[in-house]
C-alpha cells in the first residue's frame, strides 16, 4: 500500500506538500507537478471514502451539460475533467437533450449522490432548487439567485464581429441568431454587434431564427431553408445586398457557409462571414470559418476553481467573465 | 415525496412492473416506455442509497475513454449515458489522454467508488487486474481473459472498402493506416481489405504511419507529411500510380483528403477515398467522406446491456459483433 510518505519521498517534497496538493490547495506549480507525477507513477490512491467521511465529502462532481456530442460541449467536458481530475475529483457526466425534466432530474440525482459541486449549462428557466443545497457553476447563463455564472465576454464578441468585417470593408451587415438556446449572456452576443455598428453608422439587420424546439437534425433543415429563403431575398443577379453576416454560433455559421457556396456566392470577396465559438474542424485541424473564440480550456479551469472556492464557502462574484479574441 | 405506486398510478401499470424497469429488468418497450415518461414527469427519484445498501450496488459506472473531443468517441459516450441513464444508473467519465497510468489509476478509482462496472476504450497492453473485481467491457479490444470484447464487424468492414473501390473501377489500392491506438480488433480492417484485393486479384500496398505516441496535433503534423512525400513519390506529371485509398479511421481519412486536394488530385475521379468509422462534418451534419460506418448507438447499447448481464453472474460471449455498412 503506497502511502502519502512514500509519494511525498519520490517528490522530494514535504508531506504537507502532498497534503496540499490532495486537498487543493496552493502550492507551487512545479511542487505540484512533482506530486501529481509521483502520486501517478507509484499509483497511490487517495482514500476518498475515509476522507469524505471525516471531511463530508466525496469528491465527486457533476458536469451538467445539453449533448457531449456538440464539439463545444465536448471540449468544455474534456476541460472541466481535465481540471477536476487535478482536484483529485471524479465527474458524473449528464446529458440532458435541452430537456428541462431531465435537467431537474439529474440536478436531484447529483444532490442525492452526495456531489461536492455541479457546474451546468443550463436551459432552464427558473434557477434549481437544488442550488440550496450544493455549490453550481452555471456557463453563459445568469441566475438571480444562488448560482454563480461563468462566460465569455459576449459583448465584445459580438463588437470584435462587428470591428473585424467593418475593418474589411463590410458596410450592410446581417446577424443571424437561432432561438435563444441559453438566453441570457450569449444575447450580448448580437447587442455587441448592433452596438457597434450604430456607433460606425454601419447599417445592420438581424435574422432570427426561431426557438430551438426541434432535434438537432430538424433544427438544421428548418434554418438551412430559412436562410436559403433569406439568401435568396436579399439577391439580384448573383448581388447580394449585404456584403457580411456575423452568426451567434460556428454551427450556425457552417450552415451560412454552404447555402451561400451553393447560391455562388463567394466568400470572403463577396461576403464576409464571422462565427462564434472557436471550433475546429475535426479534419483539416483548422477553425471552420473565421470566428470569435472561447477560451473553452481557461473558461473550464476557472470553472472548477471557483466551484472550489464556492465549496469552501467563499463569496464569489454573480458573474465572472474572460475574454474572447478574434 | 413521490413513491413508486404513485409512478405506476400515473403510468397505468402494476407496480411490479415499475419495479422491473428500475432493476433494468425485461418489461415490453411500451410499458418500458410508459414507466419512464412517468417517472420523468413526476421526478420519482430512486433512492439509490438505500437500495444500493440492499442489494450491494451504487448503479453507478464509470466510462473511460482516450479523450471525448474526439468525435467518435463522444458519440460513444454520448448512446453510453443514454442507455446507462434509461437502467438508472449515472457514468464517471474518465479520459486517459492514452496514458496507461491515467488509465490504470482510473481504473482502480472506478473499484474505490464501488462502480458496479466499467466500458473501457483501452489503450493497455495487458488486461487490468481490476476486471478481477469488477464487470469490465471493453470496445475494439480482445484481452484473453476477463474482459469481455465489443466491436463492429471490422474485417468485412475492409472488404467492404475494397469491394466498393473495385466496383467503382479501382485498380491500385492503398491502404493506410497509423500504429495500432488500439491493437487487435481494428487490425483486421486492414486483413479484411487486403484479403479482398487478393481474392479479386487487384494489387495492393500498405502504408504505415507508425505508433500514435505524439499529441494528436503533432501527430497530425506528422501523418501529413508522410502522407503527403508519400503521394509525391507515387505521382507523376499529376497522375497517381494508385486509384484507391482506404484509411483506417475517417480522421486519417481527412488527412489524405486535405493532402489529395492541395496536390491537386481530384477524388472520386482519380483517386477513390473511403475511410472507416462514420463520423458526420459537423458543418454540414453529412459524412465527411465515403465511409465504413459503425454502428455507435448499437454498438453502446448492447455494451450496456452485456455489461448489466455480466453484473448478474452471466457468462457472456468474449467478443460481440455487430455488422458495418458502407
Given amino acids: 500500500m503506497v502511502t502519502i510518505k512514500d509519494v511525498a519521498q519520490d517528490a522530494g517534497v514535504a508531506v504537507g506538500t502532498v497534503s496540499k496538493v490532495i486537498n487543493g490547495q496552493h502550492v507551487s506549480e512545479k511542487n505540484r507537478k512533482k506530486v501529481e507525477d509521483s502520486i501517478r507513477k507509484l499509483g497511490y490512491q487517495i482514500n476518498y471514502y475515509a476522507k469524505g467521511f471525516k471531511m463530508q465529502k466525496t469528491f465527486t462532481a ?152 426541434e432535434s438537432i437534425q430538424k433544427r438544421r433543415k428548418l434554418y438551412e431553408k430559412e436562410i436559403r429563403d433569406f439568401v435568396k431575398q436579399h439577391t439580384r443577379k448573383g448581388k447580394p445586398d449585404f456584403d457580411g453576416i456575423y452568426t451567434s454560433t460556428d454551427w450556425l455559421g457552417g450552415i451560412v457557409l454552404s447555402v451561400l457556396s451553393s447560391q455562388g456566392i463567394s466568400i470572403p470577396d463577396q461576403v464576409q462571414l464571422v462565427g462564434h465559438d472557436g471550433l475546429l474542424d475535426q479534419a483539416s485541424g483548422e477553425y471552420i470559418l473565421s470566428t470569435i473564440v472561447q477560451p473553452v480550456k481557461e473558461l473550464a479551469e476557472k470553472s472548477v476553481e471557483l466551484l472550489l472556492e464556492k465549496m469552501k464557502g467563499t463569496e464569489i462574484e454573480p458573474i465572472t467573465m474572460l475574454p474572447v479574441t478574434f
Same sequence: chains 1, 2.
Avoid at 459541486?117 to 443545497?133: A, D, F, H, N
Fill in 62 to 213: 457533476a458536469v451538467i451539460v445539453p449533448d457531449v456530442r456538440n464539439p463545444f460541449f465536448s471540449e468544455w467536458v474534456y476541460y472541466l475533467e481535465q481540471a477536476f481530475f487535478r482536484h483529485g475529483y471524479k465527474i458524473f457526466l449528464c446529458n440532458t437533450q435541452e430537456d428541462g425534466e431531465k435537467e431537474e432530474y439529474y440536478f436531484k440525482m447529483a444532490v442525492q449522490n452526495k456531489v461536492d459541486g455541479i457546474v451546468c449549462i443550463s436551459y432552464q428557466e427558473k434557477e434549481t432548487p437544488v442550488s440550496e443545497m450544493v455549490p453550481v457553476i452555471s456557463l453563459d447563463r445568469h441566475f438571480e439567485q444562488r448560482i454563480s455564472c461563468i462566460c465569455s465576454d459576449n459583448y465584445h464578441g459580438g463588437e470584435l464581429a462587428a470591428m473585424k468585417m467593418i475593418e474589411g470593408g463590410s458596410r450592410e451587415l446581417v446577424y443571424i441568431r437561432s432561438g435563444s438556446m441559453i438566453s441570457g449572456e450569449t444575447l450580448k452576443r448580437g447587442i455587441g454587434f448592433a452596438d457597434y455598428c450604430k456607433k460606425k453608422k454601419i447599417h445592420c439587420r438581424e435574422l432570427f431564427l426561431g426557438e430551438e424546439k
